[in-house]
């Protein structure tokens, strides 16, 4: 009985690094910018399958790949934000949005042309054989994915807080006009924000991809977890989702373990209502400006 | 815009429009919906390239009727709406006298109410709910096995294997939890303990919850009901928990060629029931059909871990054009008449149908050959 609550523990553990890591990048993009990014999981998508071209394909090493996919994932976000959102900046949220949709639908299918609709898998340079303690154990894999997940996180934290990006980042989606006036170059800040958001989502999809499988439409649910993660934690606060993210990843290993596994999707929006109930602006909360 | 764009831009349609394929006014249309695109792209792909090696050796033989067919394939996007869509698409746009589809369960039952409002047969090649041909729908004309007539065919390999109590995983929709209810109905008529009883969405990746739970509980043999990719990620995700259980998978959509890809070892030690067995054709009751259709398969280069789709889509077109033969007309009730009466060599076996559902609105169902197979150190082996 405690053997398997343990073993949940760890799971949720581990599940719940990857799910602040897909958090984070959308929390920059959707909280920060304010976009509806439903682009978001594409990126994630196209991170694990840059990975697998790279690896699978190229035969690059793990590693290398892993910062190649990103950097990629970068070049691509950039890419969006100049063509399609930066002709946009001062139309209406639901143009923009249906922008997005459109990009959503052009990624996801061109992945199934380059790639056919068949799962694909990435080998990975960590032992077949898991990390056992007593009787709970854990893929070498998921460890890695965990301590990259932190660390990415930190840097991520520490360039929106403590670098002068970060401060022009801020300072740009709370009053555009003032930041501009103060010297901000407002259009490269949209655009460096969103090529880092979607830097972060290519670096989950290639850290995942090695985990699960590479399939084109691998990235709705990473979406759908992204949203609820971000709205869980509160627009735009790494911290909040973070923990946000560590948060869905309990309630659903512990709703399955004691309740039913049927309702496992289901457990981490049931948390959400009843936080935002409590909460209405998210776990942590930032004071805002609202005009 | 001037006159002259104006006048260039309607040539330019008209050209488009008239253009098009050869004429193929004469050609017998088929409808085909699949989903090409979405969770199951992998799998509808396959059952329609399947279906176009029938199309290509019917026309080469001289067609049916003295016409030749043509199949009009439709993408479901792996969504039931879509699905709908589709069927309405293929009978009143395309006036196809019959349809083939829609991979999944839970996409065929969205469809089956429209053959019944526009009177067309469609013959179902992959869906296992029991639902399908037991809820009183005439037009449903079945060659896939039900998750019932698979736990059948399963129940005498309870012993030989040795199974003492058995923990079940399912896909939440009309697929896994059909397949669970059927067997766990079986193993229990055998004397088997049932323990842990788990869903998960089609959607989902991480089974980590699931597995530990069923660890738990302590099982010799868990049974997944599935698609392949779900299917690998369970392997991987129980070696990664040790999940000590034999682990056999239902549906015969579980590609082993793939999962041999794409698990690597912790594929080994797996069973799975399949309904073609391309990696020893011999041992299917029409071998000559089997490998030649093996051979035009590898010829077109088209995926080997599709084989065990592929099968579907050439046995389910042989069947409606045998019926469409039989019918001598391109009628849609005919064709419904005929197909009762077919006798059909297929890859999977000889079909044939028999009643299933409410008196008076039965629907076909084929009794298809059920194989058990075993991945042993990377490669396929009989039992």
Sequence with gaps: MLDQFLQHCLNALMLGGTYALLGIGLTLIFGIMRVVNFTHGELYAFGAYMMYALVMRLGIDFFAALVLAMALGIVLGGAIELTLLRPLRSSDIDITMLVMIGAWIVLQNSEQLAWTGVAQSIANPFPAEPLVFGSLSVSWNRVFVLLVAMFLISATYFLVNGTKLGRAMRATFQDRETAALMGVRIERVHTATFALGSGLAAASGALLGPIFVVTPTMGDLAATKAFAIVILGGLGNVVGATVGGFILAFAEEIGVAYISSGYRDAMGFLLIILILLVRPTGLIAQKERIS | ?383
Excluded: C
């Design chain 2, 1 to 383: 815009m001037s006159t002259e764009r104006i006048l260039s831009i309607i040539a330019a349609v008209g050209l488009l429009l008239t253009a098009g394929p050869a004429p193929a006014q004469d050609a017998i249309k088929i409808g085909v919906s699949q989903p090409l695109t979405g969770a199951f792209a992998a799998s509808g792909n396959y059952v329609a390239q399947g279906a176009k090696i029938a199309e290509d050796d019917i026309n080469k033989a001289g067609g049916v009727l003295g016409r030749k067919i043509q199949l009009i394939v439709e993408d479901n996007k792996s969504n039931p709406t879509e699905a709908v869509a589709t069927a309405e698409k293929l009978i009143q746009k395309d006036k196809v006298p019959v349809l083939m589809g829609a991979w999944s369960s839970t996409l065929t039952l969205a469809v089956m109410p429209k053959l019944v409002e526009y009177e067309v047969p469609m013959l179902v090649e992959t869906s296992s709910s029991g639902k399908i041909t037991t809820s009183g729908n005439p037009w449903i004309f079945r060659i896939s096995p039900t998750s019932e007539m698979e736990a059948k065919a399963f129940a005498p390999l309870v012993k030989t294997l040795g199974i003492k109590k058995a923990e079940l995983l399912g896909t939440n929709n009309d697929f896994g939890l059909g397949a669970m209810q059927e067997f766990e109905k079986m193993l229990k008529a055998a004397g088997v303990e049932i323990g842990a009883k788990e869903t998960m969405d089609p959607k989902a990746v991480d089974f980590s919850a699931q597995l530990a739970k069923i660890k738990a509980s302590g099982g010799d043999t868990l049974f997944v009901t599935t698609d392949v990719s779900q299917a690998t990620l369970i392997l991987k995700q129980a070696k990664e928990q040790q999940l000590k259980s034999r682990i056999i998978t239902t549906g015969g959509s579980v590609s082993p060629d793939q999962l041999i890809a794409q698990a690597g070892e912790a594929a080994n030690g797996s069973l799975h029931l399949v309904f073609f067995t391309p990696w020893f054709p011999d041992a299917v009751k029409n071998p000559d059909l089997a490998t030649k259709f093996v051979k035009e398969w590898n010829a077109r280069g088209h995926n080997v871990g599709g084989l065990t789709e592929g099968f579907r889509g050439y046995d389910g077109i042989t069947t409606i054009v045998a019926a469409i033969k039989a019918a001598g007309t391109v009628e849609p009730k005919a064709i419904q008449k005929a197909l009762w009466n077919v006798k059909v060599h297929g890859i999977n076996g000889d079909i044939a149908f028999i009643k299933q559902g409410p008196a008076g609105q039965e629907s076909a169902q084929n009794v298809p050959s059920v194989y058990l197979i075993k991945i042993d150190n990377g490669k396929v082996v009989k039992m």
